[in-house]
C-alpha cells in the first residue's frame, strides 16, 4: 500500500517537471531569434502546448493554467495583462470542450482543428490592439494560425512519444 | 486589461512575472552571446593587430574632433553669454547596456536590455547607439528594461533637420530600415540627405543627437502634405549594446526669453547649429 502511495507521488513530481519543462521549451522557441522576415510566421508555442496538454491530460492543464501561462506571454511581449490570458483560456476550455471528439481524429484533420480554434484567440488579440491603436495593418498577422497547424502533428508525435517513455500520471 | 491600460496597480504584478521569465530570455539569449564569445576569442592574431591600429587611428580622430568641439562648445558659451541667454549646461551621464538577442513582438519594435532598476534606469530613458539615437525606455523592471525603437509605429518624437531648422513629428513605420516625417508642409525647406536631430522639445530626448537622414520626398496628388521617408542612422537590426543617457533636466527659462526679443533665441540657435553639425559626422 505505502509502496503504491510512494510510487504515486514519484509519478505525480515527474509530471510536475515534464510539464514546466515542456513549458520552458516553448517559451524558449517563443523568444529565440530569428530572421526578420520569419518573425510574423512563428508558431505559437506555448498555445499549442496548452492544448495538446489539455487535451490529453485535462487535470493538470485547465483553464486556469492556461490564464497564468497567458499572462507570462502577455509579460514576455510588453502587451497589456490579460490581453494573451483571455485568449488562451479561451482556447483551453474549447479544447477541453471538444478534446474527446478530437483525439480520434487522424493528424491532418486535428491540424485544421488547431487552425480553427487559434483563431478565437488571435481575434480577441486583434480586437485588445485594435482598441489601443496597434493594428498590425497586415494579413501577416493571421499567419501563425497556419503555421502552428503545421506544426502540430510534429508537437503531437514528439510529445505523445515524451508522454509515453516518461509514464506520467 | 482597463486597469494595466490606464492604472498602475498591476506594475508590481507586471514586474514580478517579468522577472520570473528574465532567466528565461536569458536563456534564450545564450547562444548568440556564446558564439559572440567564441567568435571574439578565436580571432587572429593578425586581426587583433589590425583591428587595434584601426581602434587607435578611431580614437586619433574622435579626440581631434573633440577637440575642436570644446573649442566650439566654449565660443557657443560665450556668444550665449554676449546675448544673455541661459547657457545650457549638458551634464551628460552614460552607461553601456548590452540588447538580449531575444524576439519580443512580431509587430512591434521592442528590445530587451540588461539594466534595470538597480542600475538606476528610469521610464522615458533615450537609448543612443554609436551612430543615433534609438528609441527610449517604456518599461523597467528590477533586472532589466524593455525599450521601444523610434521605429516603432507607436514611437513618435520631435525631429529638426540640421541644414533648415525645420521641425516636423518623426514616426516609426514598423520596418527597422525607414521612420516617417509627419505634417511637413509643401512649402518645406527640406531635402534629400538632410540630416534630422532631436530637437529637445519633446521632454524625453536631449537636443541635438542624430537620427535619421532624409531618402525620399513625395508629394502625392491631392494631399496637403509631403510623405518624407528617412533612414535611421543607427542600424536597428544589428545592434548589440546601446548606451543609456541621463540628462540634467534641461532648464528652459521660456518666460526669460520670451521677455526678450523674439529674434535674439533663434540666432542662437543658428549660431548653435555648426556645432551640431560638427558633432554628427
Do not use: C
Not at chain 2, 539569449?29 to 558564439?35: G, K, Q, T, W
Not at chain 2, 550665449?80 to 552607461?95: A, D, K
Not at chain 2, 533586472?143 to 521601444?148: D, K
Amino acid at each position: 500500500m505505502a509502496h503504491k502511495k510512494l510510487h504515486n507521488m514519484r509519478k505525480t513530481t515527474r509530471t510536475y517537471y515534464v510539464l514546466i519543462g515542456s513549458f520552458v521549451i516553448a517559451t524558449l522557441l517563443t523568444i529565440i531569434p530569428i530572421p526578420v522576415w520569419a518573425e510574423p510566421f512563428r508558431p505559437e508555442w506555448i498555445l499549442l502546448l496548452v492544448i495538446y496538454w489539455s487535451m490529453t491530460t485535462p487535470r493538470w492543464i485547465g483553464v486556469g493554467s492556461a490564464w497564468g501561462l497567458g499572462l507570462m506571454v502577455d509579460v514576455l511581449r510588453g502587451a497589456l495583462l490579460a490581453q494573451h490570458a483571455l485568449g488562451f483560456a479561451l482556447t483551453a476550455f474549447i479544447s477541453i470542450r471538444f478534446y474527446q471528439r478530437v483525439r480520434s481524429y487522424p493528424l491532418h484533420q486535428q491540424a485544421l482543428f488547431i487552425a480553427m480554434i487559434l483563431l478565437p484567440h488571435m481575434s480577441v488579440s486583434l480586437w485588445v490592439y485594435g482598441v489601443l491603436g496597434q493594428d498590425p495593418e497586415s494579413w501577416t498577422y493571421w499567419s501563425p494560425a497556419l503555421t502552428s497547424a503545421i506544426a502540430w502533428p510534429w508537437i503531437y508525435i514528439v510529445m505523445r512519444a515524451v508522454r509515453r517513455t516518461s509514464d506520467l500520471d | 486589461m482597463t486597469v494595466d491600460h490606464r492604472y498602475q496597480h498591476l506594475q508590481v504584478v507586471r514586474s514580478s512575472l517579468a522577472t520570473a521569465t528574465y532567466p528565461l530570455q536569458y536563456l534564450a539569449h545564450l547562444p548568440s552571446a556564446i558564439s559572440e564569445i567564441f567568435s571574439e576569442n578565436l580571432a587572429s592574431r593578425s586581426n587583433l593587430l589590425s583591428d587595434n591600429e584601426k581602434l587607435r587611428e578611431q580614437a586619433l580622430f574622435n579626440q581631434a574632433k573633440l577637440q575642436r568641439l570644446a573649442l566650439l562648445e566654449q565660443e557657443n558659451a560665450r556668444l550665449r553669454q554676449l546675448l544673455g541667454s541661459p547657457i545650457q549646461t549638458s551634464n551628460e551621464q552614460v552607461l553601456i547596456a548590452e540588447i538580449l538577442s531575444v524576439d519580443l513582438h512580431p509587430f512591434r519594435q521592442l528590445i530587451t536590455i540588461n539594466k534595470g532598476k538597480r542600475q538606476g534606469v528610469y521610464d522615458g530613458q533615450p537609448l543612443v547607439a554609436a551612430k543615433g539615437i534609438i528609441g527610449q525606455v517604456v518599461e523597467v523592471y528590477p533586472m532589466h528594461s524593455t525599450a521601444l525603437l523610434i521605429s516603432d509605429p507607436n514611437h513618435a518624437l520631435l525631429a529638426e533637420t540640421n541644414r533648415s531648422n525645420l521641425r516636423a513629428l518623426l514616426v516609426g513605420s514598423g520596418k527597422t530600415d525607414r521612420v516617417e516625417l509627419k505634417n511637413v508642409s509643401l512649402s518645406a525647406d527640406i531635402r534629400i540627405g538632410d540630416l534630422l536631430h532631436t530637437s529637445g522639445l519633446d521632454g524625453r530626448y536631449p537636443p541635438n543627437y542624430p537620427i535619421a537622414e532624409v531618402t525620399t520626398i513625395n508629394h502625392r496628388p491631392g494631399e496637403a502634405f509631403l510623405h518624407v521617408e528617412a533612414r535611421p542612422l543607427a542600424d536597428l537590426d544589428t545592434i548589440r549594446e546601446v548606451l543609456l543617457l541621463w540628462t540634467n533636466p534641461v532648464d528652459d527659462q521660456l518666460p526669460e526669453a520670451s521677455s526678450q526679443d523674439d529674434n535674439k533665441p533663434n540666432s542662437v540657435n543658428k549660431s548653435t547649429e555648426p556645432s551640431g553639425s560638427q558633432e554628427t559626422p
